[in-house]
């Protein structure tokens, strides 16, 4: 299997859309209240937009108001790595795809607290949904 972290940039300019390239390798943000992910609520599993590791359950999901996907816990902890992000003069936890390293969002501490407490913030860009009768 080969090590997606070492794939040079022009495979995921190749590979991935404009925004999605904007998003994932540039660490980009999408619009807030835009991502066609946002107002999903069918059952199934978002994966990496860029390797298609699997991320968050449907289950997971719930809505923030933030404008963006939130999931209060990942299908498995280690699918995604957290890295300080200290950009825009701002201390956040940026959550990235173990796999291939795409920027798929950040990581906050005012998710639901009956749960984890967690809100993964995450961009529609860096995510694919499969349903879960598919």
């Not at 990235?96 to 906050?108: E, Q, T, Y």
Request: glycine content about 8%.
């Amino acid at each position: 299997m080969e090590d997606l972290k070492k794939m040079p940039e022009s495979y995921w300019k190749e590979k991935l859309t404009p925004e999605q390239y904007r998003v994932c390798r540039l660490k980009g943000t999408e619009q807030a209240f835009t991502g066609p992910l946002y107002h999903n609520h069918a059952k199934g599993v978002y994966e990496c937009v860029a390797c298609g590791q699997s991320l968050f359950s449907s289950e997971a999901k719930f809505e923030s108001g933030s404008g963006w996907p939130s999931f209060d816990d990942p299908v498995n902890r280690e699918h995604v790595e957290l890295h300080q992000d200290n950009s825009y003069g701002m201390r956040r936890t940026e959550v990235v795809c173990k796999n291939c390293g795409s920027h798929l969002g950040h990581l906050f501490e005012d998710g639901p607290r009956a749960t984890t407490g967690l809100r993964y913030c995450i961009n529609s860009a860096s995510l694919n949904f499969k349903p879960e009768n598919s």
